[in-house]
């Protein structure tokens, strides 16, 4: 019989070198978008954006609804995104989320909609809230954001989905 204490210490180790692998894929991001062929007929853009609006799903009067998110991204040619966003987390502490991620723009009838799922290092709950997300053991966690949004040349609408706590709408302008 396994104990808790040995599957948790497990699953630690496997997260850790997930972490690694992801950290690795990430610095490797800008050799990769140099090498870009670009067959898309898709030029690579740059995304600057800010949070509009936050609602938790529990309210807790600890929690702060303007997260003040600050992100940038770039997006390939093959719609791959490579970002980085500074934020106040939902007790108001700043926090940054490294990533990388890819969007899909399913519906032909509407291409302006899109999907997009980022991943990557999540770092900011200290003190008190270390324990509010899931593997924070060496105040590094893995994140996973998935988001349904709507963009054209210029600007970018986005409702992202934090977890199992919150919906963030961000909005934003796009430059190639």
Same mark, same amino acid.
């Given at each position: 019989?396994?104990?808790?204490q040995s599957?948790?210490?497990?699953?630690?180790?496997v997260?850790?070198?997930?972490?690694?692998?992801? &950290?690795?894929?990430?610095?490797? *991001?800008?050799a990769?978008?140099?090498q870009?062929?670009? +067959?898309?007929?898709?030029k690579?853009? =740059?995304?600057?954006q800010?949070?509009?609006?936050?609602?938790?799903?529990?309210?807790?009067?600890?929690?702060?609804?303007h997260?003040?998110m600050?992100?940038?991204?770039h997006r390939?040619t093959?719609?791959?995104?490579?970002?980085f966003?500074?934020?106040?987390?939902?007790?108001?502490?700043?926090?940054?989320y490294?990533?990388?991620?890819?969007? =899909?723009?399913?519906?032909?009838?509407?291409p302006?909609?899109?999907?997009?799922?980022?991943g990557g290092?999540?770092?900011?709950?200290?003190?008190?809230f270390r324990?509010?997300i899931?593997?924070n053991?060496?105040?590094?966690a893995? &994140?996973l954001v998935?988001?349904?949004?709507?963009?054209?040349?210029?600007?970018?609408?986005?409702?992202?989905?934090?977890?199992? *706590? *919150?919906?963030?709408?961000? +909005?934003?302008v796009? =430059?190639?």
């Amino acid at each position: 019989m396994i104990s808790r204490q040995s599957l948790l210490s497990a699953i630690s180790n496997v997260l850790a070198q997930l972490l690694l692998a992801a &950290g690795s894929i990430v610095a490797s *991001a800008p050799a990769a978008l140099a090498q870009e062929a670009g +067959g898309t007929g898709l030029k690579p853009q =740059w995304v600057f954006q800010t949070s509009l609006y936050t609602t938790h799903f529990n309210p807790d009067p600890r929690h702060v609804n303007h997260q003040r998110m600050l992100s940038f991204e770039h997006r390939s040619t093959e719609n791959w995104i490579y970002g980085f966003s500074f934020q106040r987390n939902s007790f108001g502490q700043p926090t940054q989320y490294l990533y990388m991620g890819k969007l =899909w723009r399913p519906l032909a009838s509407y291409p302006n909609v899109h999907l997009k799922l980022t991943g990557g290092l999540l770092h900011g709950y200290k003190g008190e809230f270390r324990d509010k997300i899931p593997f924070n053991k060496h105040g590094i966690a893995p &994140g996973l954001v998935p988001s349904i949004g709507w963009s054209n040349r210029r600007f970018v609408a986005e409702v992202h989905l934090l977890g199992a *706590a *919150a919906l963030m709408i961000s +909005g934003g302008v796009i =430059w190639e």
